[in-house]
């Protein structure tokens, strides 16, 4: 990979020489799902597939910017500082916005770089590319420039630039997961005060398989603005009758106890999906520890059926291939993961079934939604980092 992308590097910007490598995963969310921004727990893991970077400084003040992923908009270039949103300037938009908090943050990027991007994870799936060229950036000008942040700070960065500089109003999973990651782990994050701890995720006999629906995501981003603000008024509500902070400080029983207090039916099936998918992640890593797949996998059904039937996020596209998933001889799990309204499912597969799986899921859902869904057999690998 190196080779070909510093053959394409001097390609783009002349030469090659001093060019330093650097990689970002993308990642799966394995069970908790729409909890990170309800104070609740997620179990994500960081992907061998993400985003690799060239970069080194240059002497022109400006700040270049080359994806192989959008030939078609050659070398993008802004000044090296004062970095503003352009609709105009398409997806550079994500590593200028990290390159905007560094400079609110008081990291001053005292030169310009050469910048190209390469990534291999399909784009806008919910496998969070976004996150990725996002964090890759944030380890370029960490070690280019020598600043002094560590990866937590580096995933708080990263989520306040999509957050604040390109509009996305996302929690702090990404980001947290793409910096954090560990080969063979998967990482049981508390969002309400980023505490967390590693998982050991070595399948054996099994495989995580991606299923990307290829549906465009259309309204995606205004249903998830609008589910976050449905469960930030059941919150408010419920706290006029109880102390607490997120909708994940309440068990089922709590929640069961006090939940006619949210006057409207439909956030109070919101905040039902976010307090028992809270506990449901809980008790899936428990599982987990104890060597229970089975339950693990049982745990992963019920989250896409919370996901389906209270939060209403998923849609004929992924409910296809999760149904049609279920019903595959060694399947141990399988749901919606992300954010929903399209993207992907993620299944814990038995060896000998993964073929089979691909091929009959893949069967029925081109014949039911009329167009392919592509299949990725994933492995867990290591948070971003410079690579040799
Ligand atoms: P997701 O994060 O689920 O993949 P998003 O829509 O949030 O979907 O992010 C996809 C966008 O991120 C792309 O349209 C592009 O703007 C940007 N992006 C991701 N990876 C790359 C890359 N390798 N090169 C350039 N832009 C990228
Ligand atoms: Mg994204």
């Given at each position: 990979m190196k080779e070909r992308l510093l053959e394409k590097f001097a390609e783009v910007y002349g030469e090659s020489q001093g060019a330093e490598y650097f990689f970002a995963p993308g990642r799966v969310n394995l069970i908790g799902e729409h909890t990170d921004y309800n104070g609740g727990h997620v179990f994500p893991c960081a992907l061998t597939i993400g985003t690799y970077a060239l970069a080194r400084k240059n002497s022109t003040g400006m700040m270049n910017f080359y994806s192989e992923n959008f030939p078609q908009r050659g070398v993008v270039s802004v000044p090296a500082e004062n970095f503003v949103y352009e609709s105009g300037d398409g997806w550079t938009n994500y590593p200028k916005g990290v390159m905007w908090v560094f400079e609110q943050k008081g990291?001053?990027?005292t030169s310009g770089l050469d910048i190209l991007y390469f990534g291999n994870i399909p784009n806008?799936?919910?496998?969070?590319s976004s996150a990725s060229i996002e964090v890759v950036t944030a380890v370029i000008l960490k070690e280019i420039f020598g600043f002094d942040v560590d990866m937590v700070q580096v995933s708080l960065f990263t989520q306040m630039a999509e957050n604040q500089f390109n509009g996305v109003n996302c929690g702090i999973m990404d980001q947290f997961s793409i910096a954090m990651g560990k080969k063979d782990h998967a990482i049981f994050l508390d969002?309400?005060?980023?505490s967390y701890t590693y998982a050991p995720l070595k399948l054996e006999n099994a495989k995580i398989v991606i299923a990307c629906s290829?549906?465009?995501?259309?309204?995606a981003d205004s249903k998830y603005n609008e589910r976050r603000c449905q469960c930030e008024k059941a919150l408010a509500e419920l706290k006029t009758v109880v102390n607490i902070n997120?909708?994940?400080?309440?068990t089922e029983e709590q929640f069961e106890e006090v939940?006619?207090?949210?006057?409207d039916p439909v956030n109070r099936q919101r905040a039902k999906h976010a307090v028992y998918e809270n506990q449901r992640t809980i008790r899936a890593v428990e599982a987990l520890k104890a060597n229970d797949i089975a339950l693990f996998g049982k745990l992963m059904n019920e989250s896409h059926v919370s996901l389906r039937?209270?939060?209403?996020?998923?849609?004929i596209e992924l409910d296809t291939l999760v149904e049609a998933a279920w019903e595959?001889?060694?399947?141990?799990g399988s749901r919606m993961t992300g954010a929903g309204f399209g993207g992907c499912t993620v299944s814990i597969v038995e060896d000998s079934a993964v073929e089979a799986f691909t091929e009959e899921v893949g069967k029925k859902y081109l014949e039911k939604i009329g167009y392919a869904a592509d299949f990725y057999v994933v492995s867990i690998g290591d948070g971003a980092r410079k690579l040799d």
């Open positions: 990291y001053h990027i806008g799936s919910g496998l969070s969002t309400a005060d980023l290829n549906k465009k995501r259309g309204l997120n909708l994940g400080d309440l939940k006619d207090t949210i006057s039937d209270d939060y209403e996020v998923t849609g595959q001889p060694g399947v141990i």
